[in-house]
């Protein structure tokens, strides 16, 4: 089954008092009809790196599990509790490429819905431009299985398996 459900669908028992009576309160939140707790949906945040050789080519990595197993994907991924986005995207490139960022700067925030589990989590993906101390080193690991480096004008958005990834390489070229 391949359903894709928001939490205001999904999520029926209050986390605070375990009632069933935890239903949608506003469009971004659930109130619990027993003891009146409020549990507010948000955002999630995520990281991607723009990481260029010196081609100018862009680094793609290949997703290793789904969502979007096999397609293209720009590496980064979920920020941990109690990290900045900087740290998170420093922790996520050392794990998933086994490459040191020495630099990064902002490029801006992009939306996007990822299904895990049936289940949607919309995200919203803080996207730095990278450079790293060299590609020696460079070997996949974690959720990647494979890598190209890639002009982002070349690449057909059929290629890539998220929406936010798409709208960054359109963004990017």
Known sequence: MNCEH??????????????????????KSLKCESCGFRYFINMSASVAAIIRNKK???LFTLRKHNPAAGMLDLPGGFVDLGETAEEALVREIKEELNLNINKLDYVGTFTNKYIYGEFEYQTLDLVFNCIVDSFSELQVADDVSGYVFRDPASV????????????????IH
């Open 6 to 27: 928001s939490p205001l669908e999904v999520f029926r028992y209050c986390p605070k008092c375990g009632s069933p009576g935890f239903t949608p309160d506003t469009e």
């Open 156 to 171: 057909d958005t059929s290629e890539i398996g998220l929406d936010s990834i798409k709208k960054i390489v359109d963004y």
């Open 56 to 58: 100018n080519e862009v």
